[in-house]
């Protein structure tokens, strides 16, 4: 079905990490070649992305000379230019190298927490110089695995001024640019701060420029923690706070898998995109997760198809949901309203009070209405297999 084919007018992106990974495992080798970052573009631009975001270092070694970083970066720009993909979200790596084994802008280190705001000012200045306009922060190593070793709150005073020091460096240099906090619950730590998007959301409300900085809420990371993706993303939204969201899947209690978008829990999907497209949501649909070990360069085609293709279908599903005559008069009747409440909600008054304290319910009949949420659920399950 053509609507069924990914566009750039979907607004589609990954990674450079993610279609890049040779499924290397914390338990084995690569099983594939590594690609250069055009490569990857034009291997993007094949699937029909809308646009490729990176960490400093998947666009340019941390070793590499001025030199190296200028050749990658001509390629890199050549390649955008030929397939008319962009570069909306940019981030830092601050995870892999050894110098970050403690952490970055928490660590208890001065001279780690200076040369990560270094890494990270630079970082910031390479994904503006591609036109991003959102900026990822993901602490992976931010945390702990033994609480003798460091000091919350120390933490989280560390890494507010972190955050207020990029938030002024944007606005001095007079970039165009927003700032989303990702949250982890644990991995590659045994424990990270900051561990969901309700913690980043509180956290957000306590920086100088809260204006400025929002969520980057992941499928996979909430999942981890066992709680329900879509609720947190529906928070961030209505605080205004959804500047990008992380797309991928995950089975609860296991490690972080990072699948193909949809393969695991494709209800739970539903919702997402459902709320998202229901919300109007105008932001990137980004795929952090990868393919399969066992996939050669075509399967990582097939991965990068599967991700969008599956947002597509949930798409329709979600219009066929809003349509659908049954499902529709069942909400009308679970959401009905014959007015004769309103008096008592909203505004405060002393006399709202007064009234509402000597109403009368009829508790039991009220707690006697069945509501059919069954009968509504399983209209759900059989319009996602696909026989309504
Ligand atoms: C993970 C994270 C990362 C971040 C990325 C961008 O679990 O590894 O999701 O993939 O999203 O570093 O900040
Ligand atoms: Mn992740
Ligand atoms: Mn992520």
Redesign the pocket.
């Known amino acids: 079905m053509n609507n069924l084919v990914p566009r750039p007018e979907h607004q589609f992106t990954f990674g450079l990490w993610t279609v890049g990974s040779t499924g290397r495992d914390p338990f084995g080798a690569p099983t594939r070649e590594p690609k250069s970052p055009a490569e990857l573009v034009h291997l993007l631009a094949d699937v029909g992305a809308y646009g490729v975001n990176f960490h400093d270092n998947d666009l340019i070694p941390i070793d590499a000379t001025a030199a190296e970083a200028e050749a990658i970066k001509k390629d890199f720009r050549k390649a955008l230019a030929e397939t008319g993909l962009t570069v909306p979200m940019a981030t830092t790596n601050l995870f892999y190298d050894p110098v970050f084994k403690d952490g970055a802008f928490t660590s208890n280190d001065p001279k780690v927490r200076a040369y990560a705001m270094q890494k990270t000012l630079r970082a910031i200045d390479l994904g503006v110089e591609f036109g991003a306009g959102v900026y990822v922060f993901w602490g992976g190593r931010e945390g702990t695995e033994s609480d003798s070793s460091k000091n919350p709150v120390e933490a989280i005073k560390r890494n507010r001024e972190a955050m207020n020091f990029f938030c002024e460096y944007a606005l001095d240099q007079g970039y165009n640019l927003r700032f989303a906090l990702e949250a ?1 619950p644990n991995e590659p730590r045994g424990d990270l701060y900051n561990p969901t998007t309700g913690h980043m959301l509180a956290f957000i409300e306590t920086l100088d420029h809260p204006d400025m900085v929002g969520v980057n809420p ?1 499928v ?2 909430e999942h981890m923690a066992g709680i329900n993706f879509m609720h947190g993303v529906a928070q961030a939204w209505e605080a205004g706070k959804l500047f990008h969201i ?1 797309l991928n899947d995950q089975y609860p209690g296991r490690y ?1 898998q ?1 699948f193909r978008f949809g393969s695991r829990d494709i209800k739970a999907a539903f919702y997402l995109v459902k709320f998202l497209e229901d919300v109007g949501y105008t932001g990137m649909r980004h795929f ?1 997760a990868h393919a399969y070990r066992t996939e050669d360069d075509a399967g990582v085609k097939d991965f990068a198809l599967g991700c969008m293709r599956t947002y597509l279908i949930l798409k329709e599903k979600a219009d066929q949901f809003n349509q659908d005559p049954e499902i529709q008069s069942l909400l009308d009747e679970i959401n009905a309203d014959d007015g004769s409440m309103t008096p008592y909600f909203g505004a405060y008054s002393s006399g709202k009070a007064k009234a509402l304290k000597e109403a009368h319910f009829d508790r039991n009949a009220m707690g006697a209405r069945g509501l059919q949420y069954e009968r509504l659920d399983q209209l759900t399950i059989e319009l996602l297999l696909g026989v309504r």
């Open positions: 982890k992941e996979a990371h992380d972080d990072d952090d």
